[in-house]
């Protein structure tokens, strides 16, 4: 009786060899001797996704050049393959399932780990329903995590269903990409466009949202406007008054008749203390981490992108430091509560401030096993790393501990409290109100001390009594209404998965609110990296904007606007859950699918052709692209930047053409202008000969030819 237990990488496959008592290390696989598992049991794995959707050029050559009318592109059949490089581990996976009597599917506890593991199984061609189907489900790579895992296995028949909603999920998006992308590409080529245009069930509208966001900033018309602030004096102390309640006056008259009508006058004049209150409040301390809020936070304060955090993340969790990434939940439940409470003592050496731990019984705001589906908030596991451990980890990595570390900390720590003091100061019969806080508990903030800038301190008041009589100095300074403000990637994540919010439609936020918004926890990272590698986003000191070819795509597909809602991702996501749930078949969900792509294909060639926007954005794109290839001008010459090359276009003479590199010696911007304007370069370092042997030299051009120069 052979039982196979599938990894999804080797990574991941070495973790729970490290579990078990005994093995051998095979070519692809490992042998396992161990207690816990009945005899024959052998480990192997994938390279993730070990198998892919063909290419639409599998089902039929002439799919291989684009072509208008070859779409639709609707196979009968889904295709999947086993990629070239991956197909030797694909054997041997396949041979051992194929032996297996029993199947523990061990890849990562997720939808798309479903994906990957029922894939492979499907591709070996074996009779799965001969097979016994385990699921090992974990939140840690830790050696007690894993063993108590396969101490309590899963039926592995129960989660095929995540499996249908995953596949169905990738087959919709390849409908829309492999139809959707050539379609836009083809008409704005006709249009006179250059490049590859990418569309996207997530991807077109996120890169929508963020050209809404850039329009409304380059839209955005300043308007004036006054306040009527208070300066107060009291006790030879001063502090600042805003009216209460707060107004805005649009222009000066309206200004001046408020201020007429509560007898009140610019400068300095009588006011009275009218009220003084005091409250004690308190403050808790910030939710657990879901992976979208670690990805907001961090790059608010390192600028790290999306993808950087998630993969700083994974390689915590493959180190065994940190609990699974990829989940949408902040809670945990009383076991983690339990043994993170019990190595609270081992977690504070980390903390270089000692600071007092009292809350050690679960409160409902972080604990909640109700609100833990598939796995919970990001926290540390048992293994505590040492100083010379966390040392030895890339900069991000240490930062994303420490911030979940402390975060984690701060459950345990007693309430920030501070004492409120709300002043109402009389000025004729206008009131003005001031509010000043006075920390009297440090509690969970003192773990955040490096962190001033996220808390915002309060103006701190004199003390005052009601009647007191003080000087008023009334001001009316004039100010404008400000823009929006671009989006981070931090911010971008946080509106992805809140898409809800900008809907009217109450039902497609409940359904955004259960599936949080647009894309996945393991997708929305992606989706980041996928927009900006295309050169749709582009990133200014961390600030995300469209590149012209994103605001051409954008405008193309504004006209469609199912492509650019979060509505869309909303019904779309509630169907695919219904797979999961199996209230809906994949083929009644694929059958959507596919009227969507056809009603696209129909309407979209004269959506383009009579859209004045999308032509004037198309000569605008194509002056910008004219101005972006000059590489360099100068009186002899104009240098144009080609991809693996230049083109120098002389004021007199032809064309010709010089490398980008030149003896493994990249050729930059000063020694392309000493070529164009003496002909010779200075002495330049770091060529290197065909031995590999580095050298230095100048270069000449002699005509159009390049050579060296060692005089």
């Not at 005899?39 to 599998?58: K, Q």
């Not at 836009?184 to 077109?204: D, E, K, P």
């Not at 504070?348 to 796995?375: D, F």
């Amino acid at each position: 009786m052979t039982t196979v237990i599938l990894a999804e990488k080797p990574s991941q496959a070495r973790s729970y060899v490290e579990a078990f008592q005994r093995s051998t290390k095979k070519q692809g696989y490992y042998i396992i001797n161990d207690s816990l598992l009945p005899p024959d049991t052998v480990i192997t794995f994938g390279f993730g996704h070990l198998v892919e959707l063909a290419a639409p050029e599998a089902y039929d050559a002439k799919y291989k050049h684009w072509s208008l009318s070859n779409l639709p592109i609707f196979p009968a059949h889904y295709q999947f393959i086993v990629p070239t490089d991956k197909k030797a581990q694909f054997k041997i996976v396949k041979e051992w399932l194929s032996k297996a009597d029993t199947i523990v599917v061990a890849t990562d506890s997720d939808r798309e780990g479903e994906n990957i593991a029922w894939s492979i199984m499907n591709q070996a061609k074996i009779n799965l329903k001969q097979k016994t189907i385990k699921r090992l489900w974990i939140n840690s790579l830790e050696k007690d995590a894993i063993r108590s895992g396969f101490k309590a296995l899963k039926d592995g028949w129960a989660f095929y269903p995540k499996y249908q909603e995953a596949q169905t999920r990738q087959i919709s998006d390849w409908l829309i990409g492999m139809n959707g992308s050539p379609l836009y590409t083809l008409l704005l080529r006709q249009n006179g466009v250059r490049g590859v245009y990418s569309i996207g069930r997530v991807q077109t509208p996120t890169l929508y949202m963020v050209y809404q966001r850039d329009q409304a900033i380059k839209n955005f018309k300043p308007e004036p406007y006054f306040e009527l602030n208070a300066e107060i004096l009291a006790n030879q102390q001063k502090f600042n008054a805003k009216l209460d309640p707060y107004q805005r006056f649009k222009d000066e008259a309206g200004l001046m008749t408020f201020m007429q009508a509560k007898h009140v006058q610019k400068g300095s004049q009588d006011g009275l203390i009218k009220d003084v209150q005091k409250q004690g409040k308190k403050s808790a301390s910030p939710r657990l981490f879901s992976l979208s809020a670690l990805q907001t936070m961090i790059n608010r304060r390192y600028h790290a992108s999306a993808a950087d955090v998630l993969k700083a993340v994974q390689a915590l969790y493959e180190a065994k430091y940190l609990s699974y990434p990829r989940t949408d939940s902040q809670y945990i439940t009383d076991q983690e509560f339990t043994y993170l409470r019990q190595n609270l003592a081992r977690y504070q050496k980390l903390v270089s401030k000692e600071i007092a731990l009292p809350q050690i019984e679960p409160q409902s705001r972080y604990v909640n096993g109700k609100k833990v589906q598939e796995h919970h908030a990001i926290i540390m596991t048992k293994t505590v790393p040492s100083q010379e451990q966390l040392a030895k980890l890339s900069k991000l990595e240490q930062q994303v501990y420490d911030l979940v570390l402390r975060t984690t900390l701060a459950m345990f720590a007693d309430p920030y409290e501070y004492e409120e003091t709300t002043i109402i100061t009389q000025v004729g019969d206008a009131n003005f109100k001031a509010t000043g806080k006075v920390p009297t508990k440090q509690g969970w903030q003192a773990l955040f001390d490096d962190h001033k800038a996220d808390q915002q301190e309060a103006a701190t008041l004199p003390i005052v009594h009601q009647g007191d009589q003080v000087q008023a100095n009334l001001q009316t300074p004039q100010k404008e209404t400000t823009p929006p403000v671009p989006f981070t990637e931090g911010t971008l994540i946080t509106a992805m998965k809140t898409a809800g919010k900008t809907l009217d439609d109450k039902e497609a936020q409940a359904i955004l609110k259960d599936v949080q918004g647009i894309g996945t926890s393991a997708t929305r990272a992606n989706v980041l990296e996928i927009l900006k590698k295309r050169g749709y986003l582009v990133t200014e000191k961390n600030k995300l904007h469209v590149s012209e070819a994103g605001i051409t795509l954008c405008k193309a597909v504004e006209l469609e606007p199912l492509l650019t809602s979060p509505e869309m991702t909303a019904k779309w996501e509630q169907a695919l859950q219904q797979i999961s749930t199996e209230e809906r078949t994949p083929d009644n969900f694929l059958n959507q699918i596919k009227k969507f792509v056809a009603k696209l294909i129909a309407d979209v060639p004269t959506q383009l052709t009579g859209s004045a926007a999308i032509k004037q954005q198309i000569d605008h794109q194509q002056q910008a692209q004219k101005a972006a290839e000059v590489f360099l001008e100068t009186p002899q010459a104009t240098v144009l930047n080609k991809q693996k090359f230049y083109i120098v276009k002389p004021k007199q003479g032809e064309d010709f053409t010089l490398p980008k590199k030149w003896s493994s010696k990249t050729l930059g911007k000063t020694a392309i202008k000493a070529l164009v304007t003496k002909g010779e370069t200075s002495k330049l370092k770091g060529f290197k000969s065909k031995k590999g042997k580095s050298f230095d030299a100048k270069l000449k051009l002699d005509g159009h030819k390049l050579s060296f120069d060692f005089d």
